[in-house]
């Protein structure tokens, strides 16, 4: 198998903004960082590794996230943003 024959599609499934110091010790502060999604094309067939922010968060993040991750972190996605729709913009 040639590198060639293996595709990988980033995508931008969102973004979340949360406290400084989960992803870096000691810095304060908050940060918003990208919710990414892959899709892995291979001969054998197709791997969506992660899936992005599932689509309920934008009306129930504490019934999707839990009260805990819903207090730490802001979800900002969009219908535009869900993974299906970055799916079907690939093909």
């Given at each position: 198998m040639?590198?060639?024959d293996v595709t990988v599609h980033a995508m931008n499934c969102g973004w979340q903004?949360?406290?400084l110091g989960l992803f870096l010790e000691g810095e304060t502060g908050k940060i918003r960082?990208?919710?990414p999604a892959f899709l892995i094309e291979?001969?054998?067939g197709r791997v969506l590794f992660d899936s992005g922010i599932h689509r309920e968060v934008?009306?129930?993040p504490v019934g999707r996230l839990g009260r805990t991750v819903a207090s730490l972190f802001t979800v900002e996605t969009s219908e535009a943003?869900?993974?299906s729709?970055?799916?079907e913009s690939l093909h």
């Open positions: 040639r590198a060639a903004t949360g406290p960082v990208p919710t291979h001969p054998k934008r009306a129930d943003e869900d993974v729709a970055r799916l």
